[in-house]
């Protein structure tokens, strides 16, 4: 099973250089996540496990974490991440290899096709800070765009992704007007409204 990929680099930041962020760095065993969905409390994500500075990948910051959906979830979501050159990869169990997941880094763009026709397709904007908790998460902006294999759109979300999270902070689900080509309806927001350290 192939997947083509085209990752392209537009722009340049005249800013000084930063430290670049730590995946999963800001995570830690038993912590919970407390999003809100479409204006509603949602049951806190918990990192059920996590191990960061894996030797996963050669040259990459790796991490290994799973999530659990409150306190009964019998199948905590399991992930294996590598983050190199502002380019984040998942590891693909069914593949057995690393996959190409998302770009991280200021105005990037980057596509991916997937197996069944359809392309995502990434814009990223600038990189800024979402305060949760007291604690300053670095964010960077990002429009993922879901076309079919025709081209026709199908799914764009905008959301606000933190690489020392790996996860998003907020986001909004869109789909395309049928009355108004071009244009897109908001149907689903989500946003992370606080972090909750392991008690001990």
């Known amino acids: ?58 040259g990459a910051d ?38 190409v997941f998302r770009p991280v880094g200021p105005d990037m763009e980057l596509t991916i096709v997937r197996p069944n026709g359809d392309s995502v397709h990434y814009a990223n904007g600038a990189l800024g800070e979402d305060m949760i908790s007291g604690t300053a998460i670095p964010v960077v902006s990002t429009t993922a765009t879901t076309v079919d294999s025709r081209g026709r759109p199908r799914l764009r979300v905008r959301e606000r992704y933190a690489v020392t999270l790996a996860t998003a902070t907020s986001g909004t689900f869109e789909s395309p007007d049928p009355s108004a080509p071009g244009q897109w309806v908001a149907r689903h927001t989500f946003v992370l409204r606080g972090l909750k350290q392991a008690t001990r």
């Open 62 to 99: 790796c991490a290994t974490l799973s999530l659990r959906k409150g306190p009964t979830d019998p199948k905590p979501e399991r992930s294996r991440l590598c983050l190199a050159a502002d380019t984040l990869y998942r590891w693909d169990a069914g593949r057995g290899s690393w996959s």
């Open 1 to 58: 099973m192939k997947i083509a990929i085209v990752l392209a680099a537009v722009g340049a930041s005249l800013a000084p250089p930063q430290e670049p962020a730590r995946l999963a760095s800001q995570l830690g065993e038993g912590m919970q996540l407390i999003y809100e969905s479409d204006g509603r409390s949602q049951r806190p994500l918990t990192v059920d496990s996590l191990a960061v500075g894996r030797p996963l990948r050669p």
